[in-house]
């Protein structure tokens, strides 16, 4: 069993950064692909990025490519996701998953198997 915690969540101006965390307890964390999710208001989840367990593979929405980075800290059971040239699109609950299969390229929501309660990231415009 993993729990996963976000934080680093808040308000920004647009074209401005943010970088969330997700702590995550259990010694099985470095085997797991992590991903972060994200829901707007009255939208589905939808996938940001994703890492694999080395930190080794990486892939991303097309909507956040080139924007954001995923990256992790095996030692720490720490994944970030750093976020730059935000705009208000951007605006949503961000969640940390895991995916205990450690699966490469998966970006269904659910393929991952456990959830962090989410962090709001607010852009204003």
């Known amino acids: 069993q993993v729990q996963l915690v976000e934080s680093g969540g808040g308000l920004v101006q647009a074209g401005g950064s943010l970088r969330l965390s997700c702590a995550a307890s259990?010694?099985?964390?470095?085997?797991?692909?992590m991903g972060w999710f994200r829901q707007a208001p009255g939208k589905e989840r939808m996938f940001v990025a994703g890492i694999n367990w080395s930190g080794g593979s990486t892939w991303y929405a097309d909507s956040v490519k080139g924007r954001f980075t995923i990256s992790r800290d095996n030692a720490k059971n720490l994944v970030y996701l750093q976020m730059r040239s935000l705009n208000s699109e951007d605006t949503a609950v961000y969640y940390c998953a895991a995916d205990r299969q450690a699966s490469v390229g998966v970006t269904t929501a659910f393929l991952y198997d456990y959830w962090g309660q989410g962090t709001q990231v607010t852009v204003s415009s």
């Open positions: 259990g010694r099985t964390f470095s085997t797991y692909t």
